[in-house]
């Protein structure tokens, strides 16, 4: 007679998987409002982004530089919808040297990076549920997408300040 608790396993490590990228997400959103505000004192930017493509340029280019040491791959908008865009990065370096335990495969540790995205733009006043997805790369291998969906209220004031 099988084990009752094999079935039990897969979903069991599937929470878990799913808990633990929350918690790197959660511990990545304080570094990500501290990297903003010492971004801005290293630049002497006195004014602030008020425009969503602004601040998305912003975090591609001087806080991806600030942790990274070079700018994010690519920052591309999602043609389907008009509040989420993406952040690409080849080899994100969070997950380059990260050995994932063989019973949380779809632990993605990229997940940290995502929630330093989301602390960087709640600071900013752009609130926005940020997502880390690795998708297969076009000449192999695979990449890290994270995925930026803006909350409701940010794109009513870009169209505001569209209009005005």
């Known amino acids: 007679m099988p084990c009752p608790r094999a079935h039990a396993r897969p979903r069991a490590d599937a929470a878990r998987a799913e808990r633990s990228t929350r918690r790197l997400e959660d511990a990545g959103v304080g570094i ?15 004014r602030r982004e008020t425009r969503m493509l602004g601040i998305l340029q912003y975090v591609h280019t001087t806080i991806w530089k600030a942790l990274f040491g070079k700018s994010a791959d690519a920052l591309e908008k999602v043609v389907e919808n008009e509040d989420e865009f993406m952040i690409s990065e080849q080899e994100p370096l969070v997950n380059q040297y990260i050995s994932v335990p063989a ?12 929630g330093i995205i989301r602390g960087a733009l709640e600071s900013a006043g752009f609130p926005a549920a940020v997502q880390a997805h690795t998708v297969a790369a076009d000449a192999g291998g695979s990449r ?16 505001s300040l569209a209009s005005a």
């Open 144 to 159: 890290t997408v994270f995925l930026i969906k803006f909350a409701p209220e940010v794109l009513a004031r870009e169209r």
């Open 103 to 114: 019973h949380l495969p779809n632990l993605n540790c990229a997940a940290f990076a995502a």
């Open 32 to 46: 990500g409002v501290r990297i903003l505000e010492l971004a801005s004192l290293r630049d002497g930017k006195t």
